[in-house]
C-alpha cells in the first residue's frame, strides 16, 4: 500500500466555521508534510511532523492548527480562515524525515477548500 | 526568493519524440533531487530521483541529468506519449523540500 488518502476531497467553509482535513498513510512512515498549493505555484510547505512531533512550522498563521493523533494520522485543523486561504491543501509522507530530507515523498490527492 | 526554478512555464511535444524538461538551482548544499508529475485535482506523484554523488539515473523512458557545477539538473521523457502530458515539478532536498514552479507539458498525439 504506496496510498496517502486525504478527506475530504473538496470543502466550502465560511469564515466563522470551523472544519478540519484529514490525511492518513499506512505504509509506517514516520514522517508527515501539510502544503498548500495555490493554482499555477508550486506546493508551498506548512507544517513537517517527524515521530508525531512537530518539527517545522513555516511561520503558518495560527488559524492553521496541525496535529498528529498517531503515526499514521495527521490533521489540518481550519478556524475563521480568509477568502485568500482557499487552495489545494496536500498531505505527504515519507519515511523518516532526517537532516537532509532525502526520502521520497508520496503525496495524497489533495483538499480543494474554497472559503467564502 | 526561488531557490528552485524552472524557467520554461510549459513545453509542447510530438509523440514520441524527447520531451526535455529543466530546472535550476542555487543552493550547493542540496544532495538529492527529485522529479514528480502532477495531473489537475491530484497531488504530485513522484517519478524519479538523483543524488549528487551522480550524474545520470535511468528509469524505463525517464532519464534524469544532474550537472552539479552548472546546478542543473533534467529529466528526459523518451518517446513522449500523451498520457505524459501534465504538470512536472523538480524537488531539491537541504533541510527541506524545495519545489521548482513547474512545467506543463503536452505531448501532442
Known amino acids: 500500500d504506496t496510498e496517502v488518502t486525504q478527506t475530504p476531497k473538496h470543502l466550502v467553509m465560511g469564515m466563522t466555521n470551523k472544519k478540519s482535513l484529514k490525511c492518513e498513510q499506512h505504509?509506517?512512515?514516520?514522517?508527515m508534510y501539510w502544503y498548500k498549493q495555490k493554482a499555477k505555484k508550486p506546493p508551498e510547505l506548512m507544517f513537517v511532523?517527524?515521530?508525531?512531533?512537530?518539527?517545522i512550522n513555516e511561520s503558518v498563521p495560527s488559524r492553521f492548527s496541525p496535529e498528529c493523533p498517531n503515526s499514521s494520522l495527521l490533521n489540518l485543523h481550519l478556524h475563521a480562515l480568509q477568502p485568500e486561504d482557499s487552495a489545494l491543501y496536500l498531505c505527504?509522507?515519507?519515511?523518516?524525515?532526517?537532516?537532509?530530507?532525502?526520502?521520497?515523498?508520496?503525496f495524497g490527492p489533495g483538499t480543494r477548500l474554497t472559503v467564502t | 526568493d526561488q531557490q528552485v526554478k524552472q524557467n520554461s512555464p510549459s513545453l509542447s511535444v510530438q509523440e514520441g519524440r524527447i520531451s526535455i524538461l529543466n530546472c535550476d538551482y542555487t543552493?550547493?548544499?542540496?544532495?538529492?533531487f527529485l522529479w514528480y508529475k502532477k495531473y489537475p485535482a491530484e497531488g504530485p506523484t513522484f517519478l524519479i530521483s538523483i543524488s549528487s554523488i551522480k550524474d545520470k539515473n535511468e528509469d524505463g523512458r525517464f532519464t534524469v541529468f544532474l550537472n552539479k557545477s552548472a546546478k542543473h539538473l533534467s529529466l528526459h521523457i523518451v518517446p513522449s506519449q500523451p498520457g505524459d502530458s501534465a504538470v512536472y515539478f523538480c524537488?531539491?532536498?537541504?533541510?527541506?523540500?524545495?519545489f521548482g514552479t513547474g512545467t506543463s507539458l503536452t505531448v501532442i498525439p
Open positions: 543552493n550547493s548544499m542540496f544532495d538529492y
Open positions: 511532523y517527524s515521530y508525531e512531533k512537530l518539527s
Open positions: 505504509m509506517g512512515h514516520r514522517a
Open positions: 505527504a509522507s515519507s519515511q523518516v524525515v532526517r537532516g537532509d530530507s532525502r526520502d521520497e515523498q508520496y
Open positions: 524537488a531539491a532536498s537541504g533541510n527541506q523540500f524545495y
